[in-house]
């Protein structure tokens, strides 16, 4: 299948990695070891979730990567969109085929902890599309899914079991869902609040004009909010966010972190 199949994982870019981490700690999430990718420039440690993950990210000590100081020079918080695609050819040829440029696929791995570096390695294979106003959009197929996706990584206290959904505050709509449209090998439709959703098999983006979300973006276009899917009906979530006294909203359907300005996202448990 050429087509994106599910929405992988969101990249979140901070100054320092181990701040960013224990704010997601804080908020109840299990995280993955610190690695290193980019050739050790850039140190992640990852939320592995039973649908998608999020990825925490910073430079590396000594490490230096245009890409990330880019996006922190807009702001901290999320710039990355991770598609998962199946058959990386079909894709490319896909891809050209919709005028877009695309080198052949790229393939790269990390140990799963920098502590540990000749222990078990995660290999991935992505296709280097152009950069997006929008966002960082990665088209990434798993080649070793099960070095990620392991039982102890995806037990959070907060509850956490699907990426559901990205929401991105954008100028003109219609534009972005053209180049995501064409970037995925989906077609959108109109999105309940005006602008345009993005529907996967697993996941969904949806792309509204700034007055239609209900946090004030750190830029336009940006990353403004994330949606998960708990397992308990937000019960777990709910009781954390209360006794640690986090700024969070309660509605009739989903339970809100408000985002933190060191590199925060507005997360929506569901």
Do not use: K
């Not at 798993?142 to 037990?155: A, D, I, S, V």
């Amino acid at each position: 299948m050429s087509r994106a199949v599910a929405l992988d994982h969101i990249g979140i870019v901070g100054h320092d990695l181990a701040a960013l981490a224990a704010q997601y700690e804080v908020l109840g999430f299990t995280l993955t070891p610190r690695a290193l990718a980019g050739g050790g420039r850039i140190a992640n440690r990852c939320a592995m979730l039973r649908q998608g993950y999020l990825e925490l990210m910073a430079l590396a000590p000594g490490g230096s990567s245009a890409t990330l100081t880019r996006m922190l020079a807009r702001h901290p918080g999320a710039h990355v969109i991770a598609l998962a695609i199946e058959d990386t050819a079909a894709t490319i040829a896909r891809l050209r085929l919709a005028g877009i440029d695309c080198p052949e696929v790229e393939q790269s791995e990390r140990a799963i902890a920098a502590a540990d570096p000749s222990g078990p390695r995660a290999r991935f294979a992505h296709l280097p599309v152009p950069e997006q106003p929008e966002a960082r959009i990665n088209l990434i197929r798993h080649l070793t899914p099960q070095m990620l996706w392991q039982e102890r990584f995806q037990n959070h206290p907060n509850r956490a079991v699907a990426l559901e959904e990205v929401i991105l505050a954008v100028p003109t709509p219609a534009d972005s869902a053209a180049r995501f449209s064409r970037l995925a090998g989906r077609p959108v439709v109109p999105d309940r609040s005006g602008g345009f959703a993005l529907m996967l098999p697993r996941g969904r983006l949806r792309l509204l004009p700034p007055d239609a979300v209900d946090t004030v973006p750190p830029s336009v276009p940006s990353i403004v909010g994330v949606t998960l899917r708990t397992d308990d009906a937000r019960a777990a979530v709910t009781r954390l966010l209360a006794a640690a006294e986090l700024p969070h909203d309660v509605t009739d359907a989903a339970v809100i972190s408000r985002p933190d300005p060191s590199g925060g996202v507005a997360l929506r448990f569901i």
